[in-house]
């Protein structure tokens, strides 16, 4: 045979014989050869074997090295943002009320009831930026939309879902496998095991599998199957990605709302006595025994029939269809199992102890009328001559208490997944919505007290305990409550007074009507105003509640608590303390703001504590809620009146002998006076101009009770949207208010103010408020922060001379942020944000555009003041006139620079030149904080990062056209000055290190959220307000 060559076939010489190895080697070296790269036409592609991995390209590399004014085309807009991206929107605040929260004064308001009202009335100031929602800041794949879609979707069966049905069959079809012969079937086929094949039926033929058909019609039959029972959502099945893990993600903060907790109704129905001989007044309240606090405020009821109405009409001519009411809604911020429903009787003043007086409801029963028929007849005609004598005057008579915790547990709370069971309400204040506000309270037996989805209950108390003349305070109640909870009460032994009455306690509904405020407003839905009213009872929370106040409210609540008379001379046993609300001193000016209880006026000039019979050191337990005047004075005070009321008729003896005299100064230095007070009382009238002062000041002439001693007390507090109540904010507001009016000099305590010494006080003053209660500072936090953002802005002129307050503004203001974000964690999203201070930011923040008053010494010249950011020092801001004292002082954003610059260019250039100082050291960039920026950013980098970039866009210059010359450069480069652009490389360059060498080195002590997130936020909306303004100008 010849070689094995020859032998093979022709078409084996063509077979290659390469190893697979051998050509992969070849290709790469050949890709990485220049020679490859000459013949594709590559120089600039990168040179990397196939074996390595190609990383993506860097878009932000790619766009910093191919500017858009470079490449000009179709796609340029992609690499910009739109420059109508940013609108700002107005929306207005909703009123719960049919009349606007008010107050009645509309002419020369006080300078503080002028802020309040401008901040709760303003309109929602939101911006918007159109293109957000295509971004993933706010994706719509978030898990609670993703159920929305899931909902209407129809449920797929897939062939790996069938395999586990057929499975779950295997059992059913053993016995028909059984049951199959195997001669039948050849031995060993898949059909022997399973069917018949001479059974089983062919599959339908599919049509038009060998035509010819044209790809033009193929593609239209493919489209149209395509459409047929197609969903609607296609990605509904697609697993929403992790909110933890989202960079972008920024949820819309709440809008601003008054607090509310879960709220319950108690509706009065009825309350029989075995005799009716007089009217009965009932009062409710809830106390928290463990907290020894009063949580709400008093609901007065008259459940009288009109026959016993009748008996007081000389006395109440006109009755306000508001103390009508018999059913109120309270408020429960802090579900406790220590919280009861106080129930106080009183009745019409008479001859006699309160022993005597309940005698006759203990023993005597209608039943037995006709055994007592004359003692009967002889109790009403005492009680008609007591009501027609003494109808303005009221004595206690009995009490009870309702554990609430009882009502809950009795009747069993409802299911979470109860259809029935409205569980999440929008006002009632859940138990997830406490624990994230972080102020839930931890006590044993709490899960138990969910008073907003409780079955409702009627109950029908039957006992009351009398009122002991000696142990009416609020301390011996406390006591009482405590007794009530342990099995061998000592309450249980007493007798009691019999009595029925029947309320019903329910989850309060979401909207109620015929509801009236706490201010005796109309609250929406109210369709007749002539329909008996419910009113919503204001809360007094047991613990703080951290929310800022939206609405206005100004009230007043008196509390007289005892008075010792037994040193005082002549016939004082029956006292009573008339409570009046003066404007001046003379009888005229009591002003009717004091609320009415039931059955009565809607507002009274005057209020009279219940009289205890035959005690000259009586102790009370009255409230008396009043309106404060929008503007008060130093003439304002509450003027106390104690009178001895004689029980008996004898001739020549008046009704009321006044026997005392004492009074309470409400406005001093600036603020409302609150509190526990322990008053002398005068035996003779007040002399005039008293009402300046307080009764601690001995007047020459005058006498005494008990050698000047204070032997009055009493409690004075108000739940007011407008004063304070804290030392410290009331100091700082007081001392602004008298820069904005320039009201030198002014007195405070023992100061007095100056224009000499305002810029030391009013800087200690903003150092002070660390020492602010944080509830008192969030509750006013909005007024606070435009006060503070305003001495930024808008530095005051004192003296001729422009005051830098910026850097005090600004610690204050930070060390407020940190004690929000480090002593309310519960309040903070899944950024680190608080949102008390990003629904500020979002909804109520306006930068400060008209320049405060000039004062008179400066009015007078001749020179216009532009508006002047605190930011930049302006020639044109300072006038030639003003003879500037400290010429270091000229800018608040570098307080080092001493001359003063020609355009905004040109300070940001001398900032930048002078010592190495960037344009990162600006206010809004937090250089004046303690321990500068970085310390700022440290504590609470989110908050810092969104205050920089909110008060730019409301108030970015107009867009300069684009010069021609410019060759078709971003426009965006003329419409700030160079200044902006600096501020945000600067903010970027001055926080990224630090945040680098923490990633690298982390350090135990600093304790803080990662600042990318907000950092990246920031600059976003930066660069977008950066590119949108043209469209704010035009707005």
Known sequence: ????????????????????????????????????????????????????????????????????????????????????????????????????????????????????????????????????????????????????????LVKQTFELDAVAAAERQDDQDDAKRRSVSLDETPRGSWASSIFDLKNSSP????????????????????????LQERHTDLLGLYPPPDEDEAVERCSVPEVPKEHCGQRIMVKCLSLKFEIEIEPIFGTLALYDVKEKKKISENFYFDLNSDQ???????????????????????????????????????????????????????????????????????????????????????????????????????????????????????????????????????????????????????????????????????????????????PSSVLRRLRPVTAQLKIDISPAPDSPHYCLSPELLHVKPYPDLRVRPTKDVLEFPAQYVYTPHTTYRNLLYVYPQSLNFSSRQGSVRNIGVKVQFMAGEDPSQALPVIFGKSSCGEFMKEAYTPIIYHNKSPEFYEEMKMKIPANLTDNHHLLFTFYHISCQTKQNTPLETPVGYTWIPLMQHGRLR??????????????????????????????????????????VTAASSVHTQDPHLDKFFTLVYVLEEYSFPFRLKDVIITEANMEGELKASMAALRGALLDTCIRFLHQLLNKLIQLIVFPPV?????????????????????????????????????????SYIHYCFRLPTAEPALPPSASSQSFDMPVQYATLSRATARPSSLHLARSKSISNSNPDLATTPVSPDEEVQRIIGSKGIDRSHSWVNSAYAPGGSRSVLRRNPNSSCELKQVPKPPHLPPLSPPHPSSGGHCPHCTTHPLGFLLSISGSAKLISPFHLSHLVHPSPLILSPPLHNPLLLCLTDLISAWGSADNLSAA
């Not at 009490?399 to 009882?406: D, F, G, K, P, Y």
């Not at 001379?801 to 600004?810: E, H, K, M």
């Open 1 to 152: 045979m010849t070689s094995t060559a020859s032998e093979r076939r022709a078409f084996a010489h063509k077979i290659n014989r390469t190893v697979a190895a051998e050509v992969r080697k070849q290709v790469s070296r050949e890709y990485g050869s220049p020679q490859l790269s000459k013949k594709r036409g590559g120089s600039h592609h990168p040179q990397l074997p196939l074996t390595e991995v190609v990383e993506p390209v860097d878009f932000e590399e790619y766009l910093s090295s191919h500017a858009p004014g470079v490449e000009s085309g179709p796609l340029r807009q992609l690499m910009e943002f739109p420059q109508d991206d940013l609108e700002l929107l107005h929306l207005d605040k909703e009123c719960t009320t049919l009349e606007p929260p008010l107050p009645e004064e509309e002419d020369s308001l006080d300078p503080r009831v002028r802020d309040a009202l401008a901040v709760y009335t303003d309109d929602w100031l939101i911006i918007q930026r159109k293109y957000q929602r295509y971004s993933t800041t706010y994706t719509p794949h978030n898990s609670e939309r993703q159920r929305e879609r899931q909902r209407g």
């Open 308 to 486: 016993m109405k009748g008996l007081l009409k000389p006395h109440t001519p006109h009755i306000a269809i508001s103390t009508l009411a018999r059913s109120a809604i309270f408020s429960i911020t802090y579900p406790s199992p220590d919280i009861f429903l106080v129930i106080k009787l009183e009745k019409v003043l008479q001859q006699g102890d309160i022993g005597e007086c309940c005698e006759p409801y203990m023993v005597m029963k209608e039943s037995d009328s006709s055994k007592h028929k004359e003692k009967l007849e002889k109790l009403r005609q005492q009680a008609e001559q007591s009501c027609s004598r003494l109808g303005r005057f009221r004595m206690p008579f009995a009490w009870t208490a309702i554990h609430l915790l009882n009502i809950v547990s009795s009747v069993g709370g409802l299911d979470r997944s109860d259809p029935d069971s409205d569980s999440e309400r929008k006002g009632h204040g859940t138990w997830n919505e406490r624990k994230k506000k972080g102020i839930e309270r931890m006590s044993v037996g709490d899960d138990m007290c969910n008073f907003a989805t409780f079955r409702p209950a009627t109950l029908t108390v039957t006992n009351f305990f009398k009122q002991e003349g000696d142990r009416l305070s609020d301390e011996d109640l406390y006591k009482f409550l405590a007794d009530m909870r342990r």
């Open 798 to 838: 004192i003296a001729g001379q422009i005051v830098n307050l910026g850097r005090a503004a600004f610690e204050a203001m930070s060390l407020l942020v940190n004690q929000i974000h480090k002593n309310l964690e519960g309040n903070l999203d899944q950024h680190g944000r608080s949102n008390l201070l990003a």
């Open 674 to 715: 609150a509190g526990s007070f322990s008053l002398p009382v005068s035996v003779e009238k007040p002399p005039p101009s008293y009402s300046v002062l307080t009764p601690d000041v001995q007047l020459p002439g005058m006498k005494w009770v008990d050698n000047h001693k204070g032997v009055f007390t009493v409690e």
């Open 203 to 226: 599959d339908a033929l599919l049509p038009s599998v060998l035509e010819r058909t044209a790809a033009e019609d193929m593609d239209r039959r493919n489209t149209e199957a395509r």
